[in-house]
Structures are given as structure tokens and as C-alpha cells.
């Protein structure tokens, strides 16, 4: 040993003594990690304090300190184990070890002595690893029922791992609950499985070099019957007898469930997610529900309730009315409107094309089905309609009413009573009318005689001796009813010249003695 080999010994000897006591901040705040096979660079901090007269780096891994390299003036001398493995720069005193095996983890410390001013030291650990491979998931039991099972996955890997994480599709599995980890994280329990636990599961393993990712593991998580949900091809509750109705049933299941039917809380014999009623009869209305199992949650679910009511189509819709003839303000009548065939009938009247409202004289029956008239008027002549209807069907049926009225409103020329005076030899025509139904028929009663059976009296040309009383008698043979109307007629001479004035004369004094009764006929 050359005496300058023999001064870096006791340099060497003296500061594995003291070395580790002093300040430690010629290196960073570790750990430093390398991989098997690779290199490492332990780099010191220490500014410019200028060049270096000896470099010192020491490892221990739990079994005291051996000298990995130092270089006393720009000489490297390396421990045993590390020829050709280590450099160390000659300005920083920072060390490179290569071919790492993982015998190197452990604690790196360094004493630099500057040519000017105090010794640095500084302390680091270094961890060496395998890189991670063979990242595996192993889980429990991968079939899985929901809300009853746990399942319990343990991740493992090559190359000492030293954390885990786990994710759920893309995202950080959130734990706490039914979700929990192992301490180190290597085993994920979830316990009371949901559908959405399903996965894709993956293990990410890491050390302080490396990481790797598991195969993705999906769970087989059986689910459900829910939300049981039947669909009927119509809107309405309603079906037409004979027409068919389709009810199709849903439900959120894994594996799919199966499906039975049941009417009013029997069990039909049918199966299946469709269930397809042909000419359906009224008895088939009701609640329809739909049971959907699934064969391995063992559970059964029922749907909510469909109502199915199945109707009659109405048809052979009629109206009857009273047979006898209807008199006004002695009869009643009594409409009744009823259907051949149908069921579930609403029925609406109406008189002309408004509705039929009741009055004091006017009444319905409950249901509407028939409809009383007491006592008739004139005024309830007229067509009557009858609409029934049912949720799927309607129909009309029409009747007239024939109220037998009058006569009433006799009049002669417009006027119940009154009088004229015509000129002789004028023509006089007297018009009797009435309001009457069946028509009335007339005769006249001149001065008290009957004369002419018809409307309108004529006379051709007035003679003095038409003066007098007629009246006018409408009668309507169904109602057994007569009224008349009076009407006075007066005769005047045609205003005379000179000559006839003694006629005039004359003409009035026969006139007031007609006033008299005592010339001319009279009853
Ligand atoms: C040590 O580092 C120096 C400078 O970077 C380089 O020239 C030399 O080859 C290295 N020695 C080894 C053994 O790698
Ligand atoms: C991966 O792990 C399996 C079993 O855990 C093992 O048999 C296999 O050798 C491993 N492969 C590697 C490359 O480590
Ligand atoms: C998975 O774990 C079970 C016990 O939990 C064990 O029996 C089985 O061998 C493991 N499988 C693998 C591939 O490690
Ligand atoms: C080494 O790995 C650990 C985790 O194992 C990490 O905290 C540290 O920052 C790593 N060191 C460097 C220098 O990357
Ligand atoms: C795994 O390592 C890669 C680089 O090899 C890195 O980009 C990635 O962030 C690491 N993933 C995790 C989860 O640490
Ligand atoms: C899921 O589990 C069910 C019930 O155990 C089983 O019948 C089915 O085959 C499984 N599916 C898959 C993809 O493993
Ligand atoms: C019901 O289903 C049958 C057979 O699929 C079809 O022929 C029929 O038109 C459906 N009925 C209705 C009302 O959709
Ligand atoms: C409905 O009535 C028919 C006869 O009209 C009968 O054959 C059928 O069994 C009845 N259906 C039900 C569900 O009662
Ligand atoms: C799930 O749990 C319930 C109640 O704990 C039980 O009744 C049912 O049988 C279980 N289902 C299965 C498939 O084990
Ligand atoms: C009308 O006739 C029907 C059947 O004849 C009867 O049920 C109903 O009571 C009658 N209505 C009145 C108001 O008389
Ligand atoms: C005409 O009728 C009136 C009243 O009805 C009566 O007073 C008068 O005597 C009658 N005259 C004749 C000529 O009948
Ligand atoms: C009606 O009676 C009056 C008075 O009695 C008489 O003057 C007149 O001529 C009579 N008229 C007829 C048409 O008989």
C-alpha cells in the first residue's frame, strides 16, 4: 500500500466514523429507484464550492456500511462488488451505479471535502426493483346475484409491487361501504353486488419504476326482475268484442326473465313476453298482469294492473213513442230509445239539432234511456234523435212526434172579431185561417145560417142584403175542438148623383130599418 493510498484509507476509516453525524444536505430527499438490470444517478446539490479533494460514498443496507467507490485526488477507487459498475463525477461528486441488482436497495450516503471550506455529506435511499409483469386478478367467484353476493378480488403481480389501485371502466374505484380494500390494496371486497359493479375491473400494480395493468374482469351479476312494465297496443282501456288485443311485457332482468299472464288474479295459462288475445268477449275484461322470474335471482315480479274492458259494438238503435194519437195538453208521451246490441251505453237527446233539455214538463229516466213529455204541447212536434255511444262504438236513432193541437187563432181577414163596409156591387172576399194540426176545416155561419164549408167566403158582387154577421168556424176533428171568429159586414149605396139621391134616401131609410130588424131575412 503506496502512502497516499494509505492517507484515503484513514480519511475513509475516519469519516465512516463521523461521516453519517454531520449536515445532510448534499443530497435531495430520496428515495431514489432503479430497476434491475438498469443504472441509477445519485446526484448531489451542492452549488459551486469549487473543485473537490476527496469523494466518499458509502452503502449500507441494514448490515453496517461498506465503501462503495472513493476518489481522492481524481482517483476512483471502487468497494468490492462495484468494479465497473460505478462512476462518480469529478466535479459534483453525484455517482452512477449500473447494473443494478436488487441487493443495492438500501441507504447511499457521500462526504465531499472541497479544497475550500467544510466537508458536505448527504444521505439517500436508493430501492431497486423487478419491473411488474403479470398483473392478475383473481376473483372469488365471478357469477354473481345482486344484493345477495360478495365477491372478493386479490391482485397480484411480478416484480414486488408496492401499491395498488383499482378501476371501475376508466374511473378510480370509489371505496367505503359496500366497496373496501385490503391495507396494502391488493384485495378488493364488494359486498351486496350491484348491476353496476359489473365491471370492466382492472388492477394497475406499481412500484417506484414501473407499473402494469390487468386483463379487465367483468362480473356476471344477475339482476332484476324490475320495473315490470306491460305495453298495450292502444291508447284506450276499450276493446271492440271480436277485435284483438296485443299486451306486450318488459322487464329489466339478467338473465332475461320469463314471463307469465294473469286475468283478475288468476293465472292464465299463457306464457311468454307477448300475450295475444283473439276476438275477445266481454268476459275477458279485466286486470291483466304480467309476472316476469328470473331463473337464477329466483325472484318473481308483478307488473302494475292493465284494464281490458271489452265492449259490444252498439247497433239496431231505435226510438219508440207512444201509439195512440197525442193531443195537446191532454197526452203524455214517453220516448224510449234502446240498442239491439251494446254495452256500456250513454244516450243523448236532441230535439231538432239542440240538445233536449228537461223541463217541468220534460223528464228523463235515470239512465237517459227514455224521456216523458206531460203534458204534450204543440210546441214538442218535431224530430227527436237519440245518440248512443260507448267507448267504442255509437249510434243514432230518430223519431218524429206528432202533437195534435187546435185550431187556435181564428182569425177572418187577419182579425178575431172586427167589421168592414163594402160598396154594392163590390166584390167581398173574407179569409178565415187557424192554427191547427191536423189542419182545421172551416164552415161559415151567415147571420147564424151555415152557408160554405170551406176558408174563404166570396161574394161577387154585395148586394144591401149581405149585410150582416159572419162567422167563421175552424174545427179540428182529431182535437174534437171548434172555434170561430166573427166578422160584421156593411153595406153602402154607391155615392149617388142628383138624380138617385132620393134613392139615397130611400137606401138609408131601408138601412136603418135593417138596423131594426124589421125588413129582410134573419135567422
Ligand atoms: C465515467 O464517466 C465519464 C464521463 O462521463 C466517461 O467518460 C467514462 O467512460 C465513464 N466511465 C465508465 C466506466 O462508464
Ligand atoms: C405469471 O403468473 C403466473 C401465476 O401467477 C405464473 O405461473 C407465471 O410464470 C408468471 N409469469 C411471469 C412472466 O412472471
Ligand atoms: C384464486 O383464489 C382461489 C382462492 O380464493 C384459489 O383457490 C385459486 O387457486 C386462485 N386462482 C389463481 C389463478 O390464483
Ligand atoms: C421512487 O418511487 C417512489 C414510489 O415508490 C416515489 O415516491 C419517488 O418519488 C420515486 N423517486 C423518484 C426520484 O422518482
Ligand atoms: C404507469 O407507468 C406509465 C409509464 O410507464 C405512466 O405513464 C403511468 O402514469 C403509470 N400509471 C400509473 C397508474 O402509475
Ligand atoms: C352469467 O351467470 C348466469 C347464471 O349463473 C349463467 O347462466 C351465464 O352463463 C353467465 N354468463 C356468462 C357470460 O358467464
Ligand atoms: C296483434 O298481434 C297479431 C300477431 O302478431 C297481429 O296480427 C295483430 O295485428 C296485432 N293486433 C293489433 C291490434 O296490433
Ligand atoms: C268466456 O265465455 C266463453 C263463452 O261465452 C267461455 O267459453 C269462456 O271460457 C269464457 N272465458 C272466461 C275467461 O271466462
Ligand atoms: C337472496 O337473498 C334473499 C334474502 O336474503 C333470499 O331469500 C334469496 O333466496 C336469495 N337469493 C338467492 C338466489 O340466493
Ligand atoms: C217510459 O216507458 C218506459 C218503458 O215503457 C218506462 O220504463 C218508463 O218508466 C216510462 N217513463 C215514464 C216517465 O213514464
Ligand atoms: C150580429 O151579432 C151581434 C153580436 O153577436 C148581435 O148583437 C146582432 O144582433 C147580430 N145581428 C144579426 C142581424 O144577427
Ligand atoms: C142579416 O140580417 C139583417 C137584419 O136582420 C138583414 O138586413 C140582412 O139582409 C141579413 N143578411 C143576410 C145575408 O141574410
Known amino acids: 500500500m503506496s502512502q497516499m493510498e494509505g492517507a484515503a484509507l484513514s480519511t475513509v476509516t475516519l469519516l465512516l466514523l ?47 456500511p461498506v465503501i462503495v467507490v472513493s476518489v481522492a485526488n ?41 479544497e475550500k471550506g467544510l466537508p458536505l455529506t448527504g444521505e439517500m435511499i436508493l430501492n431497486v426493483y423487478e419491473p411488474i409483469s403479470n398483473v392478475t386478478v383473481n376473483a372469488s367467484t365471478t357469477d354473481l346475484v345482486e344484493l345477495n353476493d360478495t365477491v372478493t378480488l386479490t391482485c397480484s403481480a411480478s416484480g414486488s409491487p408496492t401499491s395498488y389501485q383499482w378501476l371501475l371502466g376508466s374511473s378510480d374505484i370509489i371505496t367505503g361501504g359496500r366497496v373496501q380494500l385490503s391495507d396494502d390494496g391488493s384485495i378488493l371486497t364488494i359486498s351486496s353486488v350491484l348491476r353496476s359493479d359489473r365491471g370492466p375491473l382492472y388492477c394497475i400494480a406499481n412500484n417506484g419504476i414501473s407499473n402494469g395493468t390487468s386483463q379487465p374482469i367483468l362480473l356476471n351479476i344477475s339482476y332484476g326482475p324490475d320495473n315490470v312494465e306491460v305495453a298495450l297496443d292502444s291508447q284506450s282501456e276499450f276493446y271492440m268484442a271480436g277485435s284483438s288485443v296485443n299486451l306486450s311485457c318488459s322487464a329489466q332482468s339478467s338473465p332475461p326473465a320469463q314471463f307469465q299472464w294473469a286475468l283478475n288474479g288468476k293465472m292464465l295459462d299463457r306464457e311468454g313476453q307477448e300475450l295475444k288475445l283473439e ?47 197525442l193531443i195537446a195538453g191532454i197526452s203524455s208521451a214517453n220516448l224510449s230509445c234502446q240498442a239491439a246490441a251494446g254495452t256500456s251505453i250513454s244516450r243523448e237527446w236532441l230535439k231538432g239539432d239542440q240538445p233536449l233539455s228537461p223541463s217541468n214538463r220534460i223528464t228523463f229516466s235515470e239512465d237517459k234511456s227514455s224521456v216523458s213529455i206531460s203534458p204534450v204541447e204543440s210546441s214538442d212536434n218535431g224530430e227527436y234523435q237519440c245518440r248512443l255511444s260507448n267507448p267504442v262504438s255509437t249510434d243514432t236513432a230518430s223519431y218524429t212526434l206528432t202533437v ?4 187556435q187563432d181564428v182569425v177572418i181577414n187577419g182579425k178575431n172579431t172586427g167589421s168592414s163596409t163594402a160598396e154594392v156591387n163590390s166584390r167581398v172576399t173574407l179569409k178565415c185561417s187557424a192554427v191547427s194540426l191536423p189542419p182545421a176545416t172551416f164552415f ?56 138617385v139621391s132620393l134613392r139615397a134616401t130611400a137606401g138609408i131609410v131601408i138601412l136603418a130599418l135593417a138596423g131594426l130588424g124589421l125588413i129582410g131575412g134573419g135567422p
Open 18 to 64: 463521523t461521516g453519517f453525524c454531520s449536515g445532510k444536505d448534499a443530497l435531495p430527499p430520496g428515495p431514489a429507484n432503479g430497476s434491475v438490470g438498469g443504472s441509477v444517478m445519485l446526484n448531489t446539490v451542492i452549488g459551486s464550492v469549487g473543485p473537490l479533494l476527496t469523494v466518499i460514498w458509502n452503502f449500507n443496507d441494514g448490515s453496517g
Open 74 to 114: 481524481g482517483v476512483p477507487t471502487e468497494g468490492p462488488g462495484y468494479r465497473n459498475r460505478v462512476n462518480v463525477s469529478s466535479t459534483t461528486g453525484s455517482l452512477e451505479l449500473r447494473q443494478l441488482t436488487l441487493g443495492d436497495t438500501g441507504t447511499y450516503a457521500v462526504n465531499l471535502i472541497p
Open 279 to 325: 276476438n275477445v268477449q266481454r268476459n275477458q275484461s279485466g286486470s291483466y298482469i304480467c309476472w316476469a322470474h328470473n331463473s337464477i335471482t329466483l325472484r318473481y315480479t308483478a307488473s302494475k294492473p292493465s284494464m281490458i274492458t271489452v265492449l259490444e259494438r252498439i247497433s239496431g238503435a231505435e226510438i219508440t213513442g207512444p201509439s195512440e194519437t
Open 404 to 407: 195534435n193541437y187546435g185550431p
Open 444 to 499: 161559415w155561419l151567415v147571420n147564424g145560417t151555415k152557408r160554405a164549408e170551406k176558408s174563404t167566403f166570396t161574394i161577387e158582387k154585395v148586394s144591401r142584403n149581405d149585410a150582416g154577421n159572419y162567422t167563421c168556424v175552424a174545427s179540428n176533428d182529431v182535437t174534437g175542438l171548434k172555434v170561430s171568429a166573427e166578422h160584421y159586414l156593411r153595406v153602402k149605396e154607391t155615392e149617388p148623383s142628383h138624380s
